[in-house]
């Protein structure tokens, strides 16, 4: 299995950016979705997670109205669109991939793509 995370980049405060992450190896369509972030000297901490069928979908509260997470099952393909960035969102971005219910645990998770780095200057 293998999971390729794409989109990473320099951005100015305020500024936008598109990750998108193409799983190979699994049954994308069965599977809820995730990114997570770590930032330099800290934890791996969630970010926004969407289910198989795009229904539900949770977002830390410090991204919440400023990040959206969707899916196109027929590219195999999860998406996060990062509006209004700020430099704490600096850190790099992981997906991730789980055949169990919508949650935030990075444990619960199977499947990590490497990272793409996300750097926002002030």
């Known amino acids: 299995v293998q999971l390729q995370a794409f989109g990473g980049g320099l951005v100015q405060a305020g500024g936008s950016l598109r990750l998108s992450c193409t799983p190979s190896?699994?049954?994308?369509?069965?599977?809820?979705m995730a990114w997570f972030r770590q930032a330099p000297g800290k934890e791996r901490e969630f970010v926004a997670t969407?289910?198989?069928?795009?229904?539900?979908?949770d977002y830390a509260d410090s991204v919440k109205g400023r990040f959206t997470i969707s899916r196109d099952n027929a590219k195999n393909t999860v998406y996060l669109q990062m509006n209004s960035l700020k430099p704490e969102d600096t850190a790099v971005y992981y997906c991730?991939?789980?055949?169990?219910?919508?949650?935030?645990?990075?444990?619960?998770?199977?499947?990590w793509g490497q990272g793409t780095q996300v750097t926002v200057s002030s």
């Open positions: 190896g699994l049954t994308f369509s069965r599977e809820n």
């Open positions: 969407i289910t198989w069928s795009s229904l539900a979908t």
């Open positions: 991730a991939g789980t055949v169990l219910r919508l949650t935030r645990l990075p444990s619960d998770y199977d499947y």
